[in-house]
């Protein structure tokens, strides 16, 4: 079955306790790319993929790291997390970075930063 | 640069009625629109896309229509059922260096009640 996997679904931590969220997809997707979810603000795009070793920022990448060192994997890494990053963050993958190209999402991960 | 707007929720409707979500979107050049749904506790779903102008997209009986001279593409359905509640997110998929993302609306709450 094609699917976006993320882990963990859900975690509680403290702040400054690196954390790692994984995402890996079976589609052979070129693109992938993680958002986060707010009350009143929609998705907003954290950072992407267009290929293996080509990642950049979104529109809200302060605190956060990843990498691309496969083409089916692509973790988030909050380094130093704090509260104000406690969302929904959600993966997503697509076939190339074409326009037209429909995103493919995971079932979300819920951090609580305390 | 590229926005969404969809009208406020909760969207309250009885089963069977006709549901409008109203979305409008700004872009420069020909964006790709697409209906995402998020039902309770799960990822977001690609519902419906259009890729061109006076493209209609449809599934599960949703249908919208791109219009660019209205910069519209507002979701109905002509008999909503329960199962149908769920929050719906409009977005769109730009040109460019802007089609790296897709930028989201806030999204709606739809409630359907028997």
């Known amino acids: 079955e094609a699917q976006v996997t993320q882990n963990p679904r859900y975690l509680i931590t403290v702040t400054g306790k690196k954390l790692t969220v994984t995402c890996s997809q079976n589609m052979n997707h070129e693109y992938m790319s993680w958002y986060r979810q707010d009350p009143g603000l929609g998705l907003r795009q954290i950072y992407y993929s267009m290929n293996v070793e080509v990642t950049d920022k979104g529109d809200v990448p302060e605190g956060y790291k990843v990498s691309r060192k496969e083409k089916r994997n692509f973790p988030l890494i909050l380094e130093s997390p704090s509260p104000n990053q406690t969302s929904l963050y959600f993966c997503a993958s697509s076939f190339g970075g074409g326009n037209n190209q429909p995103q493919h999402f995971g079932d979300g991960t819920r951090l609580s930063i305390l | ?114």
């Open chain 2, 1 to 114: 640069g590229d926005s969404v707007t969809q009208m406020e929720g909760p969207v309250t409707l009885s089963e069977e009625a006709f549901l409008t979500i109203n979305c409008t979107y700004t872009a420069t050049g020909y964006p790709s629109l697409f209906w995402y749904v998020q039902y309770p506790g799960e990822g977001l779903q690609l519902l419906l896309k259009a890729t061109k102008a006076d493209d209609k997209g449809s599934n599960k009986g949703f249908e919208a229509t791109y219009r660019k001279e209205t910069t519209s593409f507002h979701l109905e359905k002509g008999s909503v059922q329960v199962s149908d509640s769920a929050v719906y997110f409009c977005a769109l998929r730009g040109q460019g260096g802007t089609a790296s993302k897709l930028t989201f609306g806030t999204g709606t709450r739809l409630q359907v009640t028997l």
